[in-house]
C-alpha cells in the first residue's frame, strides 16, 4: 500500500464529483501496486472522511472497466491496455 510522510503537504479532496473521480482515477493510473479506498483517502487532507466517496469511486471505475479488483473489491488498480 502506498503511505505517505506526516510532513507531506496533502491536497484537499476536490469537492465536485468530476474531479473527484479524476483524482482517484489518476492516483490509480500513478500506484505501482493496488490500492484500497482507505491508501487513497489518507493522501489527501479529509483523509479518512473521504473514504466512503473514494470506495463508491473505485466501484465506478471497476463498472466501467477502468479499474479492476483482483481480490473481491478489497484493493483496486488501474486497468491498463496490454
Do not use: C, H, N
Amino acid at each position: 500500500m502506498r503511505s505517505f510522510p506526516v510532513t507531506a503537504v496533502r491536497p484537499a479532496f476536490p469537492a465536485g464529483a468530476v474531479e473527484q473521480t479524476g483524482a482517484v482515477a489518476a492516483t490509480l493510473f500513478g500506484a505501482a501496486s493496488p490500492l484500497d479506498a482507505a491508501a487513497i483517502a489518507a493522501g489527501f487532507k479529509q483523509g479518512l472522511k473521504a473514504e466512503p466517496k473514494i470506495a463508491a469511486i473505485l466501484a465506478a471505475l471497476v463498472r466501467t472497466g477502468a479499474a479492476v479488483s483482483r481480490d473481491g473489491g478489497r484493493t483496486y488498480q488501474a486497468r491498463r491496455a496490454a
